[in-house]
């Protein structure tokens, strides 16, 4: 399957979603102007992968911020992980977190998703 790579900016995380690298990251930032165009390329990729998924996937989360849209589109992301963790996949999330608020955020995701999922405090990112 082809990664899917998007760079980082001053609004938007970088992506990097490698099935063959085994490497399923989201970084930075997530406040794009246009939320639902900037996610519809990942929710496509996730959707594709979960056709046929590796064993183990494990995500990465770096998260510096992200707002309410953001936050929503993200969810649908996971939630397509979540049902290939019901499935036949074992799925991990690790969210790294720098201050409280993003704590909080992960937690949130923790407490809505039936995934594994790890809260680990980062100095810096």
Do not use: C
């Not at 995500?59 to 929503?72: F, G």
Request: glycine share 2%; aromatic share 12%.
């Amino acid at each position: 399957m082809k990664p899917l790579r998007i760079a980082k900016t001053n609004d938007s995380p970088l992506v990097n979603f490698n099935q063959e690298e085994k490497i399923f990251e989201i970084s930075g930032v997530l406040i794009p102007e246009d939320p639902a165009k900037f996610y519809k390329p990942i929710i496509a990729w996730t959707n594709e992968y979960s056709k046929d998924p590796d064993p183990e996937t494990n995500i990465v989360l770096k998260i510096e911020y992200i707002n309410t849209s953001s936050s929503k589109s993200l969810i649908q992301v996971l939630r397509i992980f979540e049902k290939l963790n019901q499935a036949d996949s074992n799925v991990h999330i690790q969210w790294f977190w720098e201050d409280e608020d993003m704590f909080e955020a992960g937690s949130d995701y923790k407490s809505v998703l039936q995934i594994p999922f790890e809260i680990i405090r980062v100095d810096h990112f």
